[in-house]
């Protein structure tokens, strides 16, 4: 035992010793009230809609009272940083009294009863039978034109420059996200020409996947696998178009594509054993079409298009054959989403973000809080060089649960605070060890020897656990929350209750579109739901009011007033706030003052010509305002325009298409001035968050708009020629969500890992001043954090590895707290097991931060070679250390991994990495910006689509229709599917499509008078227009924005966009087929091992 072991020099953390003064915690085993828990706790209050019934109140002082609870006799010294947690001030010792009443009850007081015995009982926990093995893929190089060594990459795969456009644009109506599209596609002008022949053996059921790897990858397997290529395939000539449906050509017509003429391999798909393995599960509602023809097979000139003679008969590679998205998440949810994920294991690799599972935390973070790409990770850092499998977490901290899932439980540690290591500072965890009966304890994370405070002390059991255990959420359980103390606090005061500043564009284009009078309209009734802590009957947030074009106008709307008074600051190069009593309030105290000035703004400016903003200074107003209140807050800044009006943060219109493929392409992503990284760091260190909503006509370069939201912790939503009509509907429920939710303050998130590994780099929406502490103006449920570890030394098998991830904020009630999450992940002297334990939704999460970050400094060909470089590293690496040695012809992608491809590329050709000619330059930096703070879930659906068709199940039922891939051949002309990806919700309908489907969804007779580009499905009284609605309703319940809805009809213009979302074909920016890029991974494979 290292007791003696002396602390390293150097660590400038002093210890607060614990005060002596025999206080008692409200957990010293003495169970506390029992309340039920609340099923959002702090972070998460009814989220849609306004049904928030002011529960049983937790009393509270009125915010307006601002008393900062004025306790402290310690301070530390101004000018020094103002967190404790991260350099731990003096021994705080106020008042008893006086702590007792700055903390509030806890809104979610522990329980712990229901907890001990379950932990007692035989480990339920379902270790993760690594699923089947390998899955194989073979292709038969020889002949493929894509491996041809005089052959360059055909520019169907997305190496090359996209394939220009020679389309006009037009505008649809309701494609927000991107402004225009083009209206003519150029059919594709070249086949790929892969064969078939590639085939992925059975999958075996998962339980049989005990012998991986070595066994798996040399599986059984159907001798012609490996064979040569087949002859006398006969589609080889390029289609002349590429529009029409897998299941447009009748049946009978299909066998000469399916079957190859040559002597038939055994596996080949038109196979019945083949079948089983798509669509045996499948079930016959999965895929319109019983046989699939291959890519083509739609094309309906194929076969009699006499074309060029063709030597070599290729083939294709049959999609069927590659491992697919839906079978994998059909199998996770099959497998692992019936039995609650139990989080006792070290390195337990949970079930798939699509799959609905309950968690149970008994001693790590519920991965709906953090995510790895491994959860067995390499002892050494050679392996992981070897490996190239990024370490890396996708942390988010303050997620909301669903509701059977208890929030974390609101631990005090009393006057002294959390309990930490002296050393380290790392706070008490299930991992800590407790030693010499109980007085002291060894860290987890650094080894270091601690006493362990009296008032903490507490006699171990036979076995070495402390006797309060199981009453103790901070000993037992991964997640967990601590109330900080004073120490905790900037400038050793606790924190005022947060404000918010709403801040609107009143100028010309504002004030046209119906913004202006729209937005005013909602937030009268807006504000009744600004966040509440756990059972506050009223919301202690403040609010204020701004107005602004060239100029800003404030508002003093005190509660004493009849009629609220405008201040007009025309003077915006150097930002002052003209008043200070009445403008930020109580909307219940002010409310008729408010009303008053929500009706009178948009009269106000009803008949401006002022088409000038500025951006710059109505931040800097903003945060100077909390600055004078001395709180933190949030800005909800509504925008519409470039800022071109004098004044700091100006900004020209630069934005030049000519760029794009070029060495420059970066600078259309980088802030085109300094200012507002600046104005971003002054916003930081106030705890302003900025919320931007943007509703431009034309270019506004959100590049460098973006700057304030994206490193205060804030958001951006943007809605391309808003006009009510069309778009009130998305903005109004996106405000709606927006401010309602909780949102941590003044935030700050620290990762401490035990020895070994370290955290070494951060993606997301934050700021860091220091290479360790991210810090967040604001943090909310929806946002991650997205950290890569590096090693630093040697690990252990048996000493595992340890993540901490905590996070200081003020809640919205003001008040101080540490959230704690705490992992524990398995290490591996075996490739294999680092492969056996990968998590490739959380890899793909990861890689898309590291690459949309690197669009900032490098050609975006640069970064999409290299991301295709270190996969093929990845699975090379696998190839020739974890699968049995097999024919180089052959694609062995390790189970877990198997999907890495086909996300993958859905990565390469997303909009930022290779944008289509309807992309803009601020769409692309919006995307960029919006995928930075994505969760895991978020990623898997926003890259790879979810496509259910509509008709397949009875429309009694209420199950969901089970996904289909999202391919232009999987779409039967005879059905409606419903596409959606976070954002982007579609409606596309088949043109053969029954007319009673046509009458019971659109109540109209027939397929050619349904409107195309409809947002909304009328409201019928039929089994099947109730279906699809509650189907529409439930997708939009699940995402964190709102998805307008828009009807494609098969055929029509508005289609294209449509396609743009069938990420397994090639697309028109020129990115690959899925199967092209499979067979191009291939390629990169087999050179790297050769
Ligand atoms: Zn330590």
């Known amino acids: 035992m290292n007791v003696n072991q002396p602390a390293p020099p150097g660590v400038p953390y002093g210890q607060p010793q614990p005060g002596y003064t025999g206080y008692q915690s409200g957990y010293g085993g003495q169970p506390g009230p029992i309340i039920p828990p609340t099923p959002y706790g702090a972070y998460n209050g009814p989220m849609p809609g306004y049904q928030q019934l002011p529960p049983p109140g937790v009393p509270r002082a009125p915010p307006s009272s601002g008393t900062p609870p004025a306790s402290t006799t310690a301070r530390v010294p101004s000018g020094q940083p103002a967190y404790g947690q991260f350099g731990q001030g003096d021994v705080q010792n106020g008042p008893s009294s006086t702590v007792q ?457 005190k509660s004493s007033l009849a009629q609220p008074q405008m201040m007009v600051v025309s003077d915006v190069a150097d930002m002052f706030v003209p008043l200070l009593d009445g403008f930020l309030v109580n909307v219940n105290e002010s409310r008729p003052v408010i009303t008053s000035l929500l009706d009178q703004i948009p009269e106000m400016f009803a008949d401006t010509r002022e088409t000038e903003t500025v951006f710059a200074p109505v931040i800097q107003a903003g945060m100077e305002a909390l600055k004078a209140a001395e709180c933190p807050g949030k800005l909800f800044l509504f925008h519409t325009s470039l800022p071109i009006a004098d004044a700091p943060g100006k900004l020209k219109n630069r934005d030049d298409r000519k760029l794009l493929n070029t060495d420059k392409e970066k600078t259309l992503f ?36 973006g700057i304030v939201p994206h490193h205060t912790g804030g958001s951006i939503y943007k809605y391309a020629c808003f006009q009510v009509e069309s778009d009130q509907e998305r903005f109004l429920s996106d405000l709606r969500r927006d401010v309602q939710k909780d949102v941590g303050f003044d935030a700050v998130m620290r990762v401490r890992t035990s020895t070994g590994i370290r955290a070494t780099d951060f993606f997301g929406a934050f700021y860091m001043s220091n290479t360790t502490d991210v810090e967040l103006a604001g943090l909310d449920g929806d946002k991650t954090v997205t950290v890569e570890f590096k090693h630093d030394d040697r690990l252990s098998e048996d000493g595992g590895a340890l993540i901490q991830c905590a996070l200081l904020y003020t809640s919205c009630a003001g008040q101080r707290r540490l959230r704690i999450h705490n992992l524990s992940l398995n290490c591996c002297t075996q490739l294999a097991d680092l492969y056996r334990n990968c998590e490739t939704d959380t890899l793909i999460n990861y890689l898309a931060k590291f690459a949309y970050r690197g669009v900032l400094n490098s050609p975006v060909k640069t970064v999409r070679d290299s991301l295709v470089s270190q996969c093929a590293q990845i699975l090379a690496c696998y190839r020739k250390n974890c699968a049995s040695p097999s024919s180089a012809g052959q694609l062995i992608l390790p189970e877990c991994m198997k999907l890495l491809p086909v996300y993958l590329n859905c990565v390469l050709k997303s909009d930022v990495l290779q944008p289509g000619a309807e992309v803009t330059t601020d769409d692309r930096a919006y995307v960029r910006q919006l995928v930075t703070s994505m969760d895991v879930a978020e990623t898997n659906v926003f890259f790879y689509p979810r496509l259910l068709p509509l008709t397949k199940v009875p429309a009694e039922s209420s199950a969901e229709p089970p996904a289909v891939r999202a391919s232009e051949e999987r779409l039967s002309k005879g059905d409606v599917y419903l596409l959606e990806n976070g954002l982007n919700l579609f409606l596309w309908v088949g043109a053969s499509v029954q007319q009673g489907v046509v009458q019971s ?81 291939h390629k990169e494979i087999r050179q790297l091992l050769s």
């Open 101 to 557: 009443m700055q903390r509030p009850p806890v809104s979610q007081p522990f329980v712990p009863a229901p907890v001990a015995p379950l932990v007692n009982q035989p480990a339920p926990f379902q270790p993760y039978g690594p699923p089947p093995t390998s899955t194989q893929v073979t292709t038969q190089m020889a002949g493929m034109q894509i491996s041809g060594p005089a052959a360059p990459p055909p520019s169907a795969l997305g190496y090359g420059p996209p394939t220009s456009m020679a389309s006009a644009s037009g505008s649809f109506p309701g494609s927000n996200l991107y402004g225009s599209y083009p209206q003519n596609l150029a059919p594709p002008t070249s086949l790929a020409q892969v064969h078939p022949g590639a085939q992925t053996p059975q999958r075996s059921a998962p339980l049989q996947a005990s012998s991986f790897p070595p066994s798996a990858a040399g599986g059984p397997r159907p001798p012609s696998i490996a064979g040569p290529s087949m002859p006398g395939q006969s589609f080889g000539g390029p289609p002349v178009s590429q529009s029409n449906h897998a299941s447009s050509p009748p049946p009978q017509a299909q066998p000469p594509m399916t079957g190859p003429p040559g002597p038939p391999p055994p596996m080949h798909s038109s196979q019945p054993g083949y079948q089983v393995q798509q669509n045996g599960s499948f079930g016959p509602a999965r895929g319109p079409q019983p046989n699939y023809g291959g890519v083509y097979s739609g094309a309906p000139n194929f076969g009699s298009q006499p074309g060029p003679p063709q030597p070599p008969p290729p083939k294709r590679l049959d999609p069927d054959s590659i491992p697919s998205p839906i079978q994998v998440i059909e199998d996770d949810r099959n497998n692992r989403g019936s039995e609650p994920f139990v989080t006792g294991a070290r390195g337990q690799v949970p079930p798939l973000v699509t799959t609905n599972f309950i968690v149970k935390d008994q001693g790590n973070a519920s991965p709906r809080y953090i995510r790895c790409t491994s959860y067995n990770i390499p002892c050494t850092s050679d392996m992981a060089k070897q490996a190239q499998v990024p370490l890396a977490a996708v942390i988010k901290p303050l997620a909301r649960l669903p509701p059977e899932e208890a929030p974390p439980y609101v631990v005090d540690h009393g006057e002294s605070g959390p309990v930490r290591c002296n050393r380290c500072k790392a706070y008490m965890c299930p991992f800590m060890q407790f030693i010499e009966g109980g007085r002291r304890f060894q860290c987890c994370f650094c080894s270091c020897v601690t006493e362990v405070p009296p008032q903490y002390f507490q006699h171990l059991d036979h076995t070495g656990k402390r006797v309060d255990f199981y009453d103790r959420p901070e000993l037992s359980l991964g997640s967990y929350e601590f109330l900080a103390t004073v120490d905790y606090c900037k400038n050793n005061k606790f924190p005022r209750p947060p404000a918010f500043i709403f801040m609107i564009d009143v100028s010309y284009n504002a004030v046209r579109s119906g913004l202006v009078q729209l937005l005013c309209e909602e937030l009268k009734s807006l504000l009744d739901f600004l966040p509440r802590e756990g059972g506050a009957e009223e919301s202690a947030v403040r609010v204020g009011f701004v107005t602004y074009n060239k100029v800003l106008h404030f508002y003093n709307v």
């Open 670 to 705: 980088q802030p085109q001035t300094g200012f507002y990284q600046s104005l971003a760091k002054e916003c930081v260190a106030q705890g302003c968050c900025v919320d931007l909503f943007l509703f431009p006509n034309q270019y506004v370069d959100v590049a460098t708009l």
């Open 1001 to 1081: 969804l659109f109540s109209v007779p027939s397929f050619s008078q349904i409107t195309s580009g409809l947002s909304a499905l009328p409201v019928l009284e039929n089994p099947l227009s109730k279906r699809v609605r509650d189907l529409i309703d439930s997708f939009r319940a699940q995402r964190s924005r709102y998805m307008k809805l828009i009807v494609v009809k098969q055929e029509d213009k508005l289609e294209m966009l449509f396609k743009h979302f069938l990420v397994e074909d090639k697309s028109l920016s020129g990115g690959a087929s899925y199967v092209d890029f499979l067979c191009h991974m």
